[in-house]
């Protein structure tokens, strides 16, 4: 995916919504669903370990995890983009969640208004890519952790990372969603802890 370009807007005002991925669109961890148990891990014990790695080494929590995404392929499986996009195809969302961005965008159109999907994450761009929603092209731009590739195509957690405190300073964006467990479309709200200030300025 290109880096942002503004896009020309013509008249209309422009509604840019950012979206968290786990447990805001998806009901659990994108690597909960399918990557650990790939490398013989239980789920909790992989984040234990992903955060005793963290604490004793002084390390980020992101970085930690990546590593050991990574570490723990080895001699598994092949730590590529393909592969990681592979593991997000098999991502699940919430009920509603595959067709909401469409519908919303087309509201928006009905009464005059741009509306534009942002996803800004701590989880991993490369699954988020892979699911079919980011495919059919529902977001905008996705913020998120990255490896950075070798010139054999695999993976270092030395790439881009989003952490919690670049996720957490005050919002431009109008408005954020959380998708509904029980609903059959995301839950509408007009403030939101998971609002986050990566939105294009000006939206």
């Known amino acids: 995916m290109s880096d ?3 896009k020309t807007k013509e008249d209309r005002p422009v509604v840019a919504i950012c979206y968290d991925f786990d447990k805001t669109l998806s009901p659990d961890d994108m690597q909960a669903q399918g990557y ?3 490398v013989g891990y239980e789920v909790d014990k992989f984040w234990e370990k992903s955060n005793e790695l963290a604490s004793q080494n002084g390390m980020d929590s992101n970085l930690a995890y990546m590593y050991l995404m990574m ?3 080895r001699g598994t499986l092949v730590f590529n983009r393909k592969a990681l996009e592979d593991y997000g195809s098999r ?10 961005f469409e519908r919303i965008r087309q509201y ?3 009464h005059g208004v741009i509306v534009e999907h942002y996803i800004i994450s701590s989880g991993l761009k490369e699954m988020i890519e892979g699911t079919e929603v980011a495919k059919n092209g529902a977001f905008e731009q996705i913020y998120a952790s990255s490896f950075l ?3 054999h195509g695999v993976g ?3 790439g881009r990372r989003r952490s919690s405190t670049t996720r957490t300073r005050p919002s431009s964006c109008s408005a954020s969603r959380r998708a509904s467990s029980t609903g059959t479309t995301p839950a509408l709200t007009t403030t939101s802890r998971r609002m986050r200030s990566a939105c294009p300025s000006g939206t």
């Open 71 to 73: 570490e723990e392929a």
């Open 108 to 110: 928006g159109k009905e």
């Open 4 to 6: 942002y370009v503004r």
């Open 149 to 151: 590739y070798d010139d």
């Open 36 to 38: 650990i148990q790939s």
């Open 156 to 158: 270092w957690p030395s």
């Open 91 to 100: 991502v699940q969302l919430f009920p509603g969640a595959d067709t909401w």
